[in-house]
């Protein structure tokens, strides 16, 4: 029985270190794993990680042609798109590795295992009304109250 028992054991830490050996390189897979897009003008080419940062960032001459909030709009449109592909080279990497049934998308967004009603992020707190006291305090010198009220030469204003 002993013999049995050791078997067993001997049985069940080649599965771990199979399995070990499987997790480190899909691991090594994954950090191999990119995504680029260009715009469609082609002014703006952006790289990305596994994880959808940023990575590389080459503008053409086009692009400074462009306005500012034009050319900000545009990086952050091509980022996304070479994010996208990124991640689905991720889901692509891990597809072969998951359970039958397991969705790769969502265990990389971290939500694989938890319901909609899970993931809905927290009301922000509630703000207390502000109150109008109809009070201009904007003509109020905090430090000296008369100077406000009646002005540098003693005579009181009026509003």
Excluded: C
């Excluded at 013999?3 to 069940?12: I, Q």
């Excluded at 199979?18 to 480190?24: C, I």
């Excluded at 680029?36 to 596994?50: E, F, R």
């Amino acid at each position: 029985m002993t013999t049995d028992h050791r078997a067993r054991v001997d049985e069940l830490l080649a599965d771990y270190r199979r399995s070990r050996d499987q997790l480190a390189s899909v691991q090594r897979d994954l950090a191999k794993v990119s995504g680029s897009a260009t715009s469609p003008d082609g002014s703006v080419t952006a790289v990305v990680d596994a994880k959808g940062a940023l990575a590389d960032l080459v503008l053409s001459d086009n692009a400074y042609r462009l306005r500012p909030a034009q050319l900000a709009e545009l990086i952050v449109r091509t980022t996304r798109d070479a994010a996208a592909e990124a991640a689905e080279g991720a889901y692509r990497t891990l597809s072969p590795v998951l359970p039958a049934g397991t969705d790769p998308e969502a265990l990389l967004r971290g939500t694989a295992d938890l319901r909609p009603e899970e993931i809905r992020p927290p009301e922000p707190p509630r703000r207390r009304p502000v109150v109008d006291d109809d009070e201009d305090f904007e003509q109020r010198d905090w430090l000296d109250g008369d100077a406000a009220v009646h002005g540098s030469s003693g005579q009181r204003r009026t509003r």
